[in-house]
């Protein structure tokens, strides 16, 4: 009864159809002394956690927070520690915060230095080009944005190059073009799975979209749905989670 339950749901939707925050307390109230500490505390987890996320190999990294001008106070309760601005590595933003209505709220400005081993152009490609696995090694590089590196070579594969790529340079995901795995007028399979259970459906593409991208088609019964790429003529809908088991 569940199995059917749940084949039943999935067909249903088959036929209509990246703030972070990082906790730095203490069982005792704050001294003025402990809030830089604290703040930097924070930020060296933020980096550690976000480097990992990212996949980022050999990571490396060194910071240091500075406060604003006006001079810090002791907190009578645990500080917490917001990130507000951390696109750059070099230039973040974070806060600390002492709760209460006696309570204060200071911005430091937190310089981080990371480095990694990321996806860096081993020979010249033309614009257009698919790249091959010859053509990239891993290299040390200073790491301006974790958005802006590519830390596993195989996340590459099918990869075009938007414009020419010299040898040396530091490969950043804006620079290539990936794979349209399905095509506008493309018959396509839409797939939906939960809990091991897995309903499939024809459809036709009405839009051409890489793996990830979202698209519309319209399924055997006629109706249009959002859907996502998840492989060659295959999508799952839009509105259900990104599948784990989804095809690479």
């Known amino acids: 009864m569940v199995?059917?339950?749940i084949v039943a749901c999935l067909t249903a939707i088959l036929l209509p159809c990246i703030g972070f925050f990082v906790s730095c307390a203490q069982a005792a109230a704050t001294p003025a002394a402990q809030v830089l500490p604290q703040v930097e505390a924070a930020a060296h987890?933020?980096?550690q956690r976000a480097a990992a996320a990212s996949g980022l190999l050999e990571p490396e990294f060194t910071l240091s927070a500075a406060p604003?001008?006006?001079?810090?106070?002791?907190?009578?309760q645990p500080i917490s520690v917001e990130a507000i601005d951390t696109r750059l590595l070099a230039r973040m933003r974070f806060a600390a915060l002492c709760p209460g209505s006696d309570g204060w709220r200071y911005e430091f400005l937190v310089r981080s230095s990371?480095?990694?081993r990321v996806a860096v152009m081993a020979?010249?490609?033309p614009a257009g080009k698919m790249l091959a696995d010859e053509d990239v090694v891993l290299e040390r590089h200073e790491v301006p944005s974790l958005a802006e590196v590519v830390a596993d070579p195989a996340a590459l594969a099918g990869m075009s190059a938007k414009r020419a790529l010299r040898s040396g340079e530091v490969l950043r995901p804006a620079l290539l073009s990936a794979p349209i795995l399905v095509k506008r007028g493309d018959a396509v399979s839409i797939v939906a799975r939960r809990d091991q259970i897995e309903v499939s459906m024809a459809g036709e593409a009405l839009d051409s979209g890489a793996k990830g991208a979202i698209v519309r088609v319209k399924n055997a019964v006629g109706n249009v749905i959002r859907a996502r790429v998840t492989g060659v003529a295959m999508v799952e809908p839009a509105d259900m989670p990104v599948s784990t088991q989804s095809p690479d």
């Open 45 to 47: 987890k933020y980096v």
């Open 114 to 116: 990371l480095s990694a």
């Open 123 to 125: 020979a010249d490609v």
């Open 68 to 76: 604003g001008t006006r001079p810090l106070a002791p907190c009578p």
């Open 3 to 5: 199995n059917k339950a």
